[in-house]
């Protein structure tokens, strides 16, 4: 009787496994992004949001057309203007700080794509993301200072000054372009600031990741308390410390680590 049951269920496990491998596939799975021969740009962008897809340095070939027309459509904005949208519901019932503990409720924006727009740039010279970044064309477009605004991170910014937050600009362009940075915010309209954090020599070879993560962590020692941080890449929202809110702009033309 012991016998027969322990064969039993020797031969349904062997059932089982044999019916496991059979439903297992051996290929990956579909991710979605691709469909015959073609990337679907849709999923793509996906996945680039939510940082599904890592360490890519060009857009598909194949999505060039569908990242002109979401860039210059009404869609980027509409997406901006959400996440700005988002991010003023949450500031407006941020309780600020008095008395010994005030002047330090802050909040981080990080600068390209989400105080200032490079579209200029990749219309042009950057091809939409399509060509491996520049380093060399792309310093000589910050060094004209020429960036606009991106309106709803505009709009966004001079709602929360007036709550009492203290605005941080935390950016990946180095000390040494910190004129121009300057400039530029100014001349787009971002005119005060409580500091403007630039990558110095000690930050050379550091992720963004790593690099802004350093800086929140000093800032929180510093005694400030990061209620939101805006950026449209995750590099500059991810890890300890996190600010208590983050906010992600819409980028699909490039990916920084
Ligand atoms: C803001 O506070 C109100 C009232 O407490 C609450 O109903 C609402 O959900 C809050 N909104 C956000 C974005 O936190
Ligand atoms: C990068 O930009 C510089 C300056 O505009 C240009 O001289 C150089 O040819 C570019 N490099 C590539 C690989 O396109």
């Given at each position: 009787m012991f016998f027969t049951l322990s064969l039993i269920s020797v031969l349904a496990a062997a059932a089982h496994s044999q019916s496991l491998r059979g439903i297992v596939?051996?290929?990956?799975?579909?991710?979605?992004?691709?469909e015959g021969d073609t990337v679907n740009c849709e999923s793509w962008k996906f996945a680039v949001e939510t940082n599904n897809?890592?360490?890519?340095?060009?857009?598909?070939?194949?999505c060039l057309k569908y990242v002109q027309d979401y860039m210059n459509g009404p869609r980027y904005a509409a997406d901006c203007n959400a996440v700005a949208g988002y991010a003023i519901e949450y500031a407006q019932n941020v309780s600020i700080s008095h008395g010994?503990?005030?002047?330090?409720d802050a909040w981080i924006f990080d600068v390209?794509?989400?105080?200032?727009?490079?579209l200029p740039y990749y219309k042009t010279v950057g091809g939409y993301g399509s060509k491996v970044f520049n380093e060399t064309s792309f310093n000589e477009w910050v060094a004209k200072a020429a960036a606009p605004a991106i309106p709803s991170s505009l709009k966004f910014y001079r709602q929360l000054l007036p709550l009492g937050f203290r605005v941080i600009f935390m950016t990946g362009?180095?000390?040494?372009q910190r004129s121009s940075t300057e400039k530029n915010l100014k001349a787009a309209g971002?005119?005060?600031?409580e500091m403007l954090i630039l990558r110095g020599s000690?930050?050379?070879?550091?992720?963004a990741e790593l690099y802004k993560s350093e800086r929140r962590a000093w800032l929180e020692s510093s005694?400030?308390?990061?209620?939101g941080n805006s950026g449209d890449q995750w590099s500059d929202l991810?890890?300890?410390?996190?600010?208590t809110r983050s906010f992600k702009l819409p980028n699909p033309m490039y990916y920084v680590a």
């Open positions: 596939p051996k290929v990956p799975y579909p991710k979605n992004i691709l897809i890592r360490s890519w340095t060009t857009i598909p070939t194949s010994s503990r005030a002047g330090k390209d794509e989400t105080l200032l727009s490079n362009r180095s000390e040494d971002f005119g005060f600031w000690d930050d050379e070879g550091k992720t005694g400030y308390k990061i209620h991810a890890c300890t410390p996190l600010a």
